[in-house]
């Protein structure tokens, strides 16, 4: 019978810890079918809103045919994001963390600055920029992922 009730109880302490933080969390998928359909076969969501944090999934700066100016792909990328984090709730003053992953950091730095900075106003927000090989899509330059919090 202790074998029983032990392996109950392990049974239910087992299904409590499934039901982790976005059990109860804002999902914030893409308004666009396409994309929505996208972000459901690769399993993610553009934000998640958990309690008074927002964490946004990396959006893709990219450069269209054409374009030489690195502006403008950070621009659409910046917009998207804002409009994400009204989604969720927020703006682009609750941002306290920037991640940006890029293809090319030392000729990408003056154009991502010159975006972000008419974005971000002091106080400003912890930042990390990294440079990697390649992202997704081919024609994207530079991966940008931020936190946000909520004052309380």
Do not use: C
């Amino acid at each position: 019978m202790k074998t029983l009730s032990l392996f109950a109880l392990l049974l239910l302490l087992t299904s409590l810890a499934q039901a982790g933080a976005r059990q109860d969390a804002k999902v914030v998928m893409d308004p666009d079918p396409e994309k929505a359909k996208l972000q459901t076969e690769w399993g993610y969501a553009s934000a998640i809103r958990v309690g008074d944090t927002i964490y946004v999934s990396g959006v893709v700066a990219g450069v269209r045919d054409g374009e030489t100016d690195l502006t403008l792909g950070y621009e659409r990328a910046f917009q998207r994001i804002g409009e994400t984090l009204k989604s969720a709730g927020a703006s682009w003053d609750d941002v306290v963390d920037i991640t940006t992953f890029h293809t090319d950091l030392t000729t990408q730095m003056p154009a991502i600055v010159a975006v972000k900075n008419r974005y971000i106003k002091a106080p400003f927000p912890a930042w990390t920029a990294i440079q990697v090989a390649r992202l997704i899509p081919t024609n994207g330059i530079t991966e940008i992922k931020v936190v946000a919090r909520l004052a309380k």
